[in-house]
């Protein structure tokens, strides 16, 4: 009854046509049979963990249509060619009839594989293999061929073995036969596997790098004999395959080719599924984007974790040890992706050398802003980057910190973010860029070198709020107009920590803009606010505006206008960046000092406040009063507040 019988393991359809007639007594079983089999039952001791289900509506000349069969052939993932080993005829079929048949329902590129399954081998002493073997050789889509005995079970498992192995490591992906070399595609995820194994970026996997990877895809080390034993197989077929007792690139890829030419390919199946490979060697979907769930008003970042794996990285690739990275170091480090994921904008956006390269605070800011702006864009880089395999986590989902709700900062206020976000806003043409540039280092000088095709809104460094090191992004908010009714200002650029409003302290029409924009969009909000006099090397002119910038300040108990130029020989002062970054942190407090020296004695007053030791006495000391004046048992009145228990130590103490 094997002849008519259908196979379905889980998502997999095996079909089995037969060739000879089906008069025969071994056809004639009843088509009604439902029989499910056991691992064990069928496959031995394979390691399958699946059930197969065997059902009787496989195609049968007598009782299907054609349209049945091309429907049966659309969903089958593996099919079955069964023919009789005693009639010649069968086999003529196998090429005259059906394999013809098959291709063309199929796409070229989207063929299932076949098996040639040789039955009624217990009626013969001979083997059809020599007559089997050309028709192998002539059409690449056949995996294997079997010969048993539907009678006597012989041979049996062994069919269903390589079906589900045909559908579960295909050879069709990964080789081509005709030019007996492993496929482009299969090629290029082994090279970005190697170069993600490849920790210290020498070109070679050491033994230390090779017992990690057998470890990973394998979850077991190779012996030291064993890793010899692998090299030395290597070393006879190339020359250049082992370099420094270690594995190039051409060797390992060697090694996956004699894998697959050996029938050994689930090997190479079990390393690409492992690092994220689908069945159409494209990277899945749940590899790339694992998920992660963002509340409202909830900020992301990444974790100490995850800077130390891309501080790890930007080591790996900054070869000539000048804490930057040249376009060529750059390109080095993104060839595990399939794209180059920065464009020219981005050393516009964060620090960079004499030279214009990523320099390693600038090389983490960008991921900083990745990650705050566009989560889903940072798990796709870790990704490709290898996050989860280097750092042995479940996904790339761990290399991310939610923040709380933005809220519970101001009602606790406090915060445990490290990225602030601050919108600079001002008329067109009133300093903007050049606040945002100056924020990276650049004098005016070096902005005019910068191309305006390669220009960035956006602007991230870090900044040291009383001794904390901590990121500010500052985003340009671009208007074309300068009337504010045709500039209205959309919900992105209302959300932020704090707002800049830049005027142009030459043009005695910018700071109106400004106080337009405040009334109407900040007045009543929590965001602190503050402005900025920019151009103040110029001459400054009297501002056509009811009221003037400082009397406004005051009027609505802002910090008053702070001036800026980023036309100096030096660097720019970055004083002003810090202020923005203290304010962010602090929006509940009205800040006396607006220095941020570290000397005075507000800030000196700020960083005891603040420091861990003054935290943990508040903490054991609250602690303990708590325990003096709560007794013990259920409470009956109210439960104090900090204020009130504090109060009372301080009540004792004067006693």
Known sequence: GLSQRCLCYQSVHLCLFPLYSLAGSRAAEGTQAVSIYSPAQICGCRGTAALFLLLSCCFAEAEQSDEQ???EISKAN???IVYSVNNKNSIEQV???????INDRMDKDSRVPLILVGNKSDLVEHSSMETILPIMNQYTEIETCVECSAKNLKNISELFYYAQKAVLHPTGPLYCPEEKEMKPACVKALTRIFKVTDL??????NDAELNFFQRTCFNTPLAPQALEDVKNVVRKNMSDGVHDNGLTLKGFLFLHTLFIQRGRHETTWTVLRRFGYDDDLELTQDYLFPPLKIPPDCTTELNHNAYLFLQSLFDKHDQDRDCALSPDELKDLFKVFPYM?????????VCTNDHGWITYQGY????TLTTYLDVQRCLEYLGYLGYSIISEQESQAAAITVTRDKKI??????TQRNVFRCNVIGMKGCGKSGFLQAFLGRNLMRQRQLREDHRSFYAISTTYVYGQEKYLLLHEVFTESELLSEADLSDADLACDVVCLV??????RSFEFCAKVFKQHFMDSKTPCMIVAAKSDLHEVKQQCSVSPLDFCRKHKMPPPQAFTCNTLEIPSKDIYTKLTTMAMYPHARLRCMCACNRCTFCLCQNLLNSDLLQSVKTKLYTAVLHSCVPLGPVCGPRLSEEAVLYRLARQAVL
């Open 78 to 80: 593996v099919i079955c």
């Open 503 to 508: 005027y142009d302290s030459s043009n005695t």
């Open 200 to 205: 210290d970026n020498d070109g070679i996997l």
């Open 95 to 101: 090429t005259s009839r059906w394999i013809p048949l």
């Open 364 to 367: 983490l800011s960008q991921w």
């Open 409 to 414: 900062d101001l009602q606790k206020k406090q």
């Open 341 to 349: 994921p920065w464009g020219p904008d981005v050393n516009n956006t």
């Open 69 to 71: 069969l091309y429907q």
